[in-house]
């Protein structure tokens, strides 16, 4: 009886586990990424601007920058490259990796519990803007944010920054230039610590 309600507990708590967690734990023990993955990095907020950057399973980079609301859009260089926005956003890089390069990636969402929404440490700040962290596999997807003013402290969230900033600049160096590139500018938003 007792081995009974222990694997009855088991299987709860197994049907308890998040989506993107099971997800992202299958594929690590796998050793491939899932080419449905997608993880978005946003700190863009209407009054500072910022930058998303957003990885796919597929090893597809993509750096689009978000302009402070405030300021008129100018023919700036970065313009020249992005056809496309994305919600007002001017796309500024497009690169790809080798899918594999993503899996210490994977590693780092796992230690992060990046599906998992952690209380603010303190009351909210003056400056309300978030940083959000987005990881999607499938259909499953969840979001987790921390004010930017608690990026520093909470070295939670800021890591996976860094591993995206990371990737993004490893695709920027295998990037071929393209008869009439411009050359960019580095992304807008905090620089890397």
């Known amino acids: ?15 308890c586990a998040d989506p993107v967690a099971t997800r992202i ?3 690590r023990d796998a050793g491939r990424v899932p080419r449905d993955l997608r993880v978005t990095w946003d700190d863009h907020a209407a009054a500072w601007g910022g930058r998303r950057i957003e990885v796919r399973g597929d090893g597809a980079v993509l750096v689009t920058r978000f ?3 405030m300021l008129p859009a100018s023919g700036a260089p970065e313009a020249s490259l ?10 500024v890089f497009r690169g790809a990796l080798d899918p594999a390069d993503l899996l210490p990636l994977l590693d780092l ?3 992060l519990d990046a599906w ?6 303190g009351a909210a700040p003056m400056d309300t803007s978030r940083a959000t962290l987005r990881v999607r596999v499938g259909d499953a997807e ?12 909470a070295h939670r969230l800021i890591r996976a920054r860094e591993a995206l900033t990371n990737l ?8 071929v230039p393209q008869p009439g590139d411009v050359a960019q500018p580095p992304a807008a938003g905090p620089a890397p610590e």
Do not use: K, N
């Open 116 to 121: 998992e929404q952690r209380p603010s440490r």
């Open 67 to 69: 302009r402070p609301s």
């Open 109 to 111: 969402l796992s230690e």
């Open 168 to 175: 993004v600049a490893r695709a920027r160096a295998l990037a």
């Open 25 to 27: 734990a299958d594929a």
């Open 82 to 91: 992005g056809q496309e926005s994305s919600a007002g956003g001017e796309v």
């Open 1 to 15: 009886m007792r081995i009974a309600c222990l694997s009855l507990l088991a299987l709860l708590a197994l049907g």
């Open 142 to 153: 969840s979001q987790v944010w921390e004010y930017s003013s608690d990026l520093l402290t």
